[in-house]
């Protein structure tokens, strides 16, 4: 009989969609992350966005400096990937200069009004962005791409299939070299486009979408800390984002988009969108790859296929996960608030090795 692994060491992983938020809040949450992962895209939706190339600088020395008070060795060697806040009015030429920095590593799309901070978001892709998306093409920025379509007269549930209809298709007919992430994958119809589309594409998919279904929302009364910005979907969804992640393809690569809100902003009767995971985040991926028998797929999705996507060297530390009891807290500190981590109270099989 085969006894299941105690253990198991890969190269340590990367992070492809994290919030960090600034401040406060930064400074208490930035270990979480560090302590696991080698590196991180960080997003730029703070108040107000990161639309330059300046004030991606600005930011990236602020978490460089709430690193330094991490106390954990492991987290020195801990790098923020730079990101730009894609609007109607960015230049060809901040892209050219996000391009040199030599630290903005994408720009991000976020249609206006799709999710946390979104307002400045993007109102007509190919009718305002054009000359911003040539330069992209031109340089090879990837563009990292919120899917949802933010009309109301679209289901809430299906916002990401029209989003590949209406927005995905012609702008990769317009722009078939552009360097594409379709970030926190939620659907089947989003799985198989990037499993089968042609050119540079690829796509990140979060520790939550693959454990739980929309029913997690629901049981036992509305659970607030499970709601996130894609929603949770059906079961069949679900599945067919596992056999995303753990499977050959290299198109598929582990972000979290860990995303902290003071507790009180979550349990109220207009809750904040986003799910805390950053604590506990590689062991839910670890969870979820082992209930499919697939562990052994993990270091591919979480610290292989990322890397070669972005053109970037695979991390040299590695991360050994041990199997243990591992109990989720029930809260932790965050600035002058606590925030509530995924799935709190309740313990996973497997935990990093400290």
């Not at 400096?65 to 954990?72: K, N």
């Not at 989003?163 to 360097?179: D, G, N, S």
């Not at 290299?250 to 902003?265: E, Q």
Request: aromatic residues 8%; contains cysteine.
């Amino acid at each position: 009989m085969r006894h299941p692994p105690q253990s198991l060491t890969i190269r340590q992983p990367d992070d492809w969609h994290l919030h960090l938020r600034d401040g406060a809040v930064l400074q208490a949450i930035l270990g979480d992350s560090a302590r696991q992962f080698g590196r991180a895209i960080i997003m730029p939706n703070l108040r107000p966005p990161v639309t330059t190339t300046a004030q991606a600088a600005a930011y990236r020395a602020r978490i460089l400096g709430a690193l330094a008070e991490v106390p954990d060795e492991a987290a020195t060697r801990f790098q923020p990937l730079m990101t730009l806040y894609l609007t109607d009015h960015t230049a060809p030429d901040e892209i050219l200069r996000a391009c040199e920095s030599g630290f903005v590593h994408g720009v991000k799309l976020y249609p206006a009004g799709a999710t946390t901070h979104s307002d400045a978001g993007v109102t007509d892709l190919l009718g305002h962005c054009t000359g911003a998306l040539e330069a992209m093409q031109r340089q090879g920025m990837p563009l990292l791409m919120h899917g949802e379509v933010t009309d109301p007269t679209v289901d809430l549930f299906d916002r990401e299939a029209v989003f590949i209809e209406r927005v995905m298709m012609p702008l990769r007919k317009a722009f078939p070299e552009l360097k594409v992430v379709f970030e926190h994958l939620t659907t089947r119809e989003g799985a198989q486009y990037v499993s089968e589309a042609p050119g540079p594409i690829a796509a990140t998919i979060t520790a939550h979408h693959l454990l739980y279904n929309r029913n997690a929302l629901f049981q036992g009364g509305l659970r607030p800390h499970w709601y996130c910005l894609p929603v949770l979907k059906r079961e069949t969804h679900r599945l067919a984002l596992i056999e995303a992640a753990t499977g050959a393809s290299a198109r598929f690569f582990l972000g979290t988009d860990s995303a902290p809100h003071p507790r009180g902003a979550k349990e109220q009767d207009c809750g904040c969108a986003g799910c805390y995971t950053a604590h506990h985040a590689m062991a839910l991926y670890a969870t979820a790859f082992e209930a499919v028998g697939r562990l052994e797929r993990l270091e591919a999705f979480a610290s292989l296929n990322g890397p070669a996507f972005y053109g970037l060297p695979v991390n040299t530390a590695t991360l050994t996960l041990e199997r243990a009891d591992a109990a989720i807290p029930q809260e932790l500190p965050m600035g002058d608030d606590v925030v509530v981590p995924l799935a709190a109270g309740e313990s996973l099989p497997w935990r990093v090795r400290r």
